[in-house]
């Protein structure tokens, strides 16, 4: 080799990396290629490890949210509840064009694909990468993932775990399952999570109920809920929420999933205004509680509830619950001031209506409004029924074939002593109650009696039947074991009951003796159960001949007695008044042959932590009792229930009239109370409503026995307000351990 060619030589090797032979040395296209494949090989085995290392995570909280859907009887809402506006439904309620429009509108390759468009997931990653924020392009089964397994956060970490589970969820499992739990928990606006809650805010409408074109809207408003929400949008949106439905449509008719000369016939649907959820305001809150009370019972705990998904159908009528609203209102609420008045602020109503041949409860009134007054005045047993209870103890002698203690049975024509503070004859508890205002009845009819409410004869009368035997009978009405003392004082009812449970026991006089157990829920629907409705008529817990003599008796309180408020020629009528001990509680328990209601007001002070204290002077009335603000509320109530009036009667059977006994021999010298019973005008006799009871049903008259009365060992005041005027801090008469109200 020559000297040129060795300096050229040398000049070659002496060229640093820098210069261009350095170069090209480098970046040949064995090197090159080899790079790229060893990179592919590394993303390779990286996305291998991170296929591996990613599995199906657990559902996140929200994804499987729900709300619980209340209805009235007719199927229209009452309430929502929950954090989250989602009702899930199978994919088979939603109508298949419905279906469609959801793949046309986001992913038109859905039924073919591998659950990930790798180019939009590219594109994503690429705009997140550079900092663009959100970039679309996800499949159906991408968005998926990301509503119910992941989060909406547009990291890279985010969007590679979301491509793995997209992966294995198209694997695992079927295309008409992705697409229910897409639709299902993608966010359409107005509240709105899941197909069903959308169709009910932006259509009125089940999801089962949509049209094709209403499921385009439906589907496109997915892209941008606030943007395209029709109320709400402006010009540019809601010219853009047309062309994607327009799209949507078009892509249908591409995939021969609707037909062209459908589709051409096809006009934009425009949804209603947004409408405010239903809250748990006013008295829907009470009918809620009601009812998640009742599923409780029927075995629905409270996690299962709280967890949503349940679609609970009350039998509570909305035009029977909306009159009730509005007769409080009318009849009571009107006419306080609670503002001005600290009598009128401590003033609460409660009511419970039942069909007494079902047991379903139409309407209920638990107080002025649920998230202002917590507690259900219709539910609370805090309080007594006072002489609501006396219709029971004639139950009870009815049906035990009780005698009185001359011997004589006991029928509403049986005669008892009705003097005022009279002491009980046959108990080893003494007891002597005063009637309303001291007044002496003498000799007085079972009938008229009732009709006035004397507290002197019911008082006997309970003594007569045995206090165990009158507990027992009104347990099996259906009043609770509360407070129960098994003593004569019963008869002024001191035990605690609510208006739902005197309902339930006065259904039952309605229902002829057949047990009435009021139920608010007609129906519970779960996707994983469903809960039986309560059976709410049940045995025959008193005879047919016991009960209809106590509902010929309350007719009586109606017609001429201390519920006359509640008389009127529209509907047939039996009910019974009562009020507690210093006015604390006043009572109006009554139906017709189609309506059992029982109306109450409580006196509570807010300002003394809930006590009771005495309604006397609300609204400037003086008195509060019974027949007063509770009777007008029944009557205004029933005869708006009732459609203005009914023609229906009561299908009485066999009344029992009792016995008589004999009057005084000539030789005895009567005193004008006993011979001239001297009863008030409006407690005026009714007519026997049935001739005396064949030999075969009427018991043997047992013995008479003499009378020595035991005295008295005090004067005071038992009978409740609206009998008497009961001065606070006074006690029973004749009882020296028996404190009233306990």
Not at 136 to 143: A, D, E, V
Request: hydrophobic residues 30%; aromatic residues 8%.
């Amino acid at each position: 080799m020559g000297r040129a060619d060795e300096r050229r030589a040398r000049t070659r090797g002496s060229r640093g990396p820098g210069e261009k032979g350095g170069i090209r040395g480098l970046f040949t296209w064995k090197r090159m290629l080899g790079t790229f494949f060893g990179a592919c090989l590394l993303v390779m085995a990286a996305f291998a490890a991170l296929y591996v290392y990613v599995d199906v995570p657990a559902a996140n909280a929200d994804a499987e949210k729900q709300s619980n859907v209340y209805e009235y009887s007719d199927g229209t809402l009452l309430a929502r509840s929950g954090t989250v506006n989602r009702e899930i439904v199978d994919l088979a309620q939603v109508p298949k064009d419905v279906q469609h429009t959801f793949v046309a509108a986001e992913n038109k390759s859905f039924y073919q694909d591998k659950g990930v468009d790798l180019k939009g997931t590219t594109r994503a990653l690429l705009s997140t990468l550079s900092g663009k924020g959100k970039q679309g392009g996800s499949t159906i089964t991408q968005q998926y993932v990301k509503n119910y397994y992941l989060t909406q956060d547009p990291t890279v970490s985010r969007k590679l775990k979301e491509l793995v589970i997209s992966l294995k969820v198209d694997q695992r499992m079927t295309k008409d399952d992705i697409l229910a739990g897409y639709i299902n928990t993608a966010y359409y606006g107005r509240g709105a999570s899941g197909i069903q809650a959308a169709a009910q805010a932006y259509y009125g409408v089940d999801a089962e109920k949509l049209n094709v074109s209403q499921g385009a809207y439906l589907a496109s408003v997915l892209q941008a809920p606030s943007q395209y929400d029709w109320s709400s949008a402006t010009d540019t949106g809601k010219r853009l929420v047309k062309d994607r439905w327009a799209y949507t449509l078009d892509n249908m008719v591409e995939q021969g999933w609707l037909d062209a000369s459908a589709r051409a016939g096809l006009k934009f649907p425009v949804p209603q205004e947004p409408k405010a959820a239903p809250g748990l305001e006013g008295q829907t809150g009470y009918l809620v509680e009601a009812a998640n009370d009742e599923l409780e019972k029927q075995g629905v705990t409270e996690e299962q509830l709280s967890a949503g998904g349940w679609t609970i159908t009350l039998n509570v009528d909305k035009k029977k619950q909306k009159q009730l609203e509005k007769s409080v209102d009318a009849e009571l609420e009107s006419k306080l001031n609670r503002e001005g008045s600290k009598v009128d602020a401590t003033v609460q109503a409660g009511a419970t209506s039942v069909d007494p041949k079902t047991g379903a409860v139409v309407a209920l009134y638990g107080g002025t409004s649920a998230t202002e007054h917590y507690i259900s005045n219709a539910t609370r047993r805090d309080y007594q029924p006072a002489s609501t209870f006396k219709p029971l103890v004639l139950a009870s002698a009815l049906e035990n074939g009780s005698v009185t203690q001359d011997g004589n049975t006991i029928g509403l024509n049986t005669v008892y002593d009705g003097t005022s503070k009279r002491p009980v004859v046959g108990s080893d508890t003494p007891f002597a109650p005063e009637n309303e205002d001291d007044q002496d009845y003498g000799r007085i009819s079972v009938q008229r009696a009732l009709n006035s409410s004397v507290n002197s004869v019911f008082a006997q009368m309970v003594v007569d039947v045995g206090p165990k035997n009158v507990k027992q009978t009104a347990l099996s009405l259906g009043l609770p074991d509360e407070n129960f003392p098994e003593r004569p004082a019963i008869t002024l009812g001191t035990m605690n009951a609510s208006t739902w449970d005197m309902a339930g026991a006065y259904a039952t006089l309605d229902n002829h003796g057949k047990k009435v157990t009021p139920f608010i829920v007609k129906k519970a629907e779960h996707r994983d159960r469903e809960v039986e409705a309560v059976d709410g008529v049940g045995e025959q817990v008193i005879s047919r001949t016991s009960a209809d003599t106590v509902t010929s008796g309350l007719t009586g309180v109606v017609d001429s007695g201390s519920g006359s408020a509640a008389n009127t020629t529209a509907y047939e009528a039996a009910g019974k008044t009562g009020t507690s001990e210093n006015n604390k509680a006043a009572w109006f328990a009554g139906y017709t042959p189609e309506l059992t209601t029982v109306v109450a007001l409580y006196g509570e002070s807010p300002a003394k932590g809930g006590a009771q204290v005495s309604l006397t002077g609300t609204a400037n009335s003086g008195r509060a009792n019974g027949g007063g603000f509770p009777a007008r509320i029944w009557a205004d109530y029933t005869l708006g229930a009732l459609g203005g009036g009914s023609d229906a009667r009561f299908d009485l059977g066999h009344v029992e009239a009792g016995e008589v006994a004999p009057p005084p021999t000539p030789s005895a010298t009567p005193s004008e109370s006993e011979t001239a019973s001297p009863t008030p005008s409006s407690a005026s006799p009714t007519p026997s409503r049935s001739s005396e009871p064949p030999a075969s049903e009427s018991p043997s008259p047992t013995p008479s026995r003499s009378i020595s009365p035991t005295p008295s060992t005090s004067s005071s005041s038992t009978e409740d307000p609206e009998e008497d005027d009961q001065q606070p801090g006074e006690r029973p008469g004749g009882s020296d351990d028996f404190t009233w109200g306990q």
